[in-house]
């Protein structure tokens, strides 16, 4: 043990600071296509023993890598390879703190798993309404380290929407506890936005202070099948119009990507698979504050409203909490499905919703060119204008061999589409390492010259999760 671990040890007790074993859980990527090697991994059990150890850390001038679920798609929270960095993994630190009913908040910790605190708000008849496919498995600290997105963003809006205020470790060991849960704080610059989305690179979240909602009366889901995707577009609108905040969930799917899930997964039964009038398939959610009823009822005037315009070409409403759990849990085995099929190049992008068409469109056509026989997995929140625009080996290729050689001009080619259509290039993923050297080419010089001003005067030393968004 070299000096620093034996600080460590001594700090959070010698069973959770971790050098030997098999570390995979820590060291590698959820996608596996990367892994590191660290230090140790160290598991503190509060927010005073990580103030301590980011202090010891300081003083070593050994880099700390944040951890919560280690479920980011960037490659954002693992060790580079030079086994020289410190993981500090927050899962020990996962206690609701408090409800606050009268002020609709509640304060978690960092290491509190996304379900477990959706769980902890419905038990006091409240809604958290953070929804992602990952939620049983990631961390509240890391959602709001990646803002993380998911499927009611359109209506509750992103991690950083939820969010009132935080508790975070400085890069010095500093604690700053801003959890008081103000709607209303003017009080100089908004710090909490400031680590909301660093990914760890300007201190550590250790809690959070979120805010929650009402439970609807009612929860009602629908899938249609739409001719095009222009028209998805216009039942948005339509559906925007007729059923105003209600709607709280709008995902887009292409049929090639729902018939991943008919091939790996042919329990769960896609609705209108394989039909010809359905290239698009659309998965609607309407809470209601008044009863199933009027759910009901503002669902199928909607959807008829649809039908009459053209929009739509089949459709079926849930008849109850089973059915829309199948339904939803088709559109979130999406990513698993196209796993199962083989590695692949993703994206996630964000557009504004009336460029989503012509963009599909336009770079549809271009991979086709450029790779005969690519196959195209689209999906995505159409509702936020963020959509997962996926690249898959031609049918029988080799899935490996098809990374290596495309993957780089595959995204050149991507990136460079959405920049033509105004669009960003990570919506809800992040940055991580993967996409640093595309930050320093698609975003404006003014904008990195202040990050890394920022990220100077915040952490000096460089030991906040270094490479990670802006290069080490």
Same mark, same amino acid.
């Given at each position: 043990?070299?000096?620093?671990?034996?600080?460590?040890?001594?700090?959070?007790?010698?069973?959770?600071?971790?050098?030997?074993?098999?570390?995979?859980?820590?060291?590698?990527?959820?996608?596996?296509?990367?892994?590191?090697?660290?230090?140790?991994?160290?598991?503190?059990?509060?927010?005073?023993?990580?103030?301590?150890?980011?202090?010891?850390?300081?003083?070593?001038?050994?880099?700390?890598?944040?951890?919560?679920?280690?479920?980011?798609?960037?490659?954002?929270?693992?060790?580079?390879?030079?086994?020289?960095?410190?993981?500090?993994?927050?899962?020990?630190?996962?206690?609701?703190?408090?409800?606050?009913?009268?002020?609709?908040?509640?304060?978690?910790?960092?290491?509190?798993?996304?379900?477990?605190?959706?769980?902890?708000?419905?038990?006091?008849?409240?809604?958290?309404?953070?929804?992602?496919?990952?939620?049983?498995?990631?961390?509240?600290?890391?959602?709001?380290?990646?803002?993380?997105?998911?499927?009611?963003?359109?209506?509750?809006?992103?991690?950083?929407? $939820?969010?009132? =205020? #935080?508790?975070?470790?400085?890069?010095? %060991? @500093?604690?700053?506890?801003? +959890?008081? !849960?103000? *709607?209303?704080?003017?009080?100089?610059?908004?710090?909490?936005?400031?680590?909301?989305?660093?990914?760890?690179?300007?201190?550590?979240?250790?809690?959070?202070?979120?805010?929650?909602?009402?439970?609807?009366?009612?929860?009602?889901?629908?899938?249609?099948?739409?001719?095009?995707?222009?028209?998805?577009?216009?039942?948005?609108?339509?559906?925007?119009?007729? $059923?105003?905040? =209600? #709607?709280?969930?709008?995902?887009?799917? %292409? @049929?090639?990507?729902?018939? +991943?899930? !008919?091939? *790996?997964?042919?329990?769960?039964?896609?609705?209108?698979?394989?039909?010809?009038?359905?290239?698009?398939?659309?998965?609607?959610?309407?809470?209601?504050?008044?009863?199933?009823?009027?759910?009901?009822?503002?669902?199928?005037?909607?959807?008829?409203?649809?039908?009459?315009?053209?929009?739509?070409?089949?459709?079926?409403?849930?008849?109850?909490?089973?059915?829309?759990?199948?339904?939803?849990?088709?559109?979130?085995?999406?990513?698993?499905?196209?796993?199962?099929?083989?590695?692949?190049?993703?994206?996630?992008?964000?557009?504004?919703?009336?460029?989503?068409?012509?963009?599909?469109?336009?770079?549809?056509?271009?991979?086709?060119?450029?790779?005969?026989?690519?196959?195209?997995?689209?999906?995505?929140?159409?509702?936020?204008?963020?959509?997962?625009?996926?690249?898959?080996?031609?049918?029988?290729?080799?899935?490996?061999?098809?990374?290596?050689?495309?993957?780089?001009?595959?995204?050149?080619?991507?990136?460079?589409?959405?920049?033509?259509?105004?669009?960003?290039?990570?919506?809800?993923?992040?940055?991580?390492?993967?996409?640093?050297?595309?930050?320093?080419?698609?975003?404006?010089?003014?904008?990195?010259?202040?990050?890394?001003?920022?990220?100077?005067?915040?952490?000096?030393?460089?030991?906040?999760?270094?490479?990670?968004?802006?290069?080490?």
């Amino acid at each position: 043990m070299t000096p620093l671990l034996d600080t460590l040890a001594a700090l959070v007790g010698p069973a959770h600071v971790i050098t030997d074993g098999d570390l995979c859980a820590w060291e590698q990527d959820w996608r596996r296509r990367v892994r590191g090697k660290a230090l140790a991994v160290v598991r503190p059990a509060n927010t005073q023993q990580v103030a301590a150890v980011v202090q010891a850390c300081a003083a070593a001038g050994t880099a700390i890598v944040p951890q919560g679920g280690n479920t980011g798609l960037t490659v954002g929270s693992i060790p580079d390879a030079s086994g020289t960095q410190i993981v500090l993994a927050l899962t020990r630190m996962n206690a609701v703190r408090s409800i606050d009913a009268d002020n609709l908040t509640l304060t978690a910790e960092a290491g509190c798993i996304l379900h477990n605190l959706q769980a902890a708000a419905h038990d006091a008849g409240l809604l958290f309404p953070l929804s992602l496919a990952a939620q049983g498995s990631c961390t509240i600290g890391g959602n709001l380290g990646t803002n993380a997105g998911g499927t009611q963003v359109l209506r509750y809006g992103n991690a950083r929407e $939820l969010c009132l =205020g #935080l508790e975070v470790v400085t890069p010095q %060991g @500093q604690c700053w506890d801003g +959890l008081r !849960g103000l *709607r209303k704080d003017n009080t100089g610059y908004d710090l909490r936005d400031l680590f909301i989305g660093s990914e760890g690179t300007l201190g550590i979240i250790t809690a959070a202070t979120l805010r929650l909602y009402p439970q609807p009366a009612a929860r009602l889901t629908a899938w249609a099948a739409v001719p095009a995707l222009e028209q998805a577009v216009a039942l948005l609108g339509l559906a925007r119009q007729r $059923l105003a905040a =209600g #709607l709280t969930g709008f995902e887009v799917m %292409g @049929q090639f990507a729902l018939s +991943l899930v !008919g091939k *790996r997964m042919p329990q769960l039964r896609v609705p209108f698979l394989g039909e010809r009038n359905a290239p698009w398939c659309v998965l609607l959610e309407n809470c209601d504050s008044e009863s199933e009823e009027h759910a009901r009822a503002g669902f199928e005037a909607l959807l008829q409203a649809a039908f009459e315009a053209g929009c739509v070409s089949n459709a079926v409403v849930a008849e109850n909490l089973a059915q829309a759990t199948q339904l939803w849990q088709i559109r979130e085995s999406i990513p698993l499905a196209q796993a199962e099929e083989g590695p692949n190049v993703k994206h996630d992008i964000a557009l504004r919703i009336s460029c989503i068409p012509a963009f599909v469109a336009h770079t549809d056509a271009l991979l086709q060119r450029s790779i005969p026989g690519v196959r195209l997995v689209n999906f995505g929140h159409l509702g936020d204008g963020n959509l997962h625009y996926n690249v898959q080996a031609p049918a029988g290729g080799d899935p490996q061999a098809f990374l290596r050689e495309h993957e780089p001009a595959i995204n050149q080619l991507v990136y460079a589409a959405v920049a033509e259509f105004g669009g960003s290039f990570s919506a809800e993923h992040g940055i991580g390492s993967l996409k640093v050297d595309t930050l320093e080419r698609y975003q404006s010089p003014v904008a990195l010259t202040l990050m890394r001003a920022i990220k100077q005067a915040l952490d000096p030393q460089g030991i906040m999760n270094p490479g990670r968004v802006l290069r080490a």
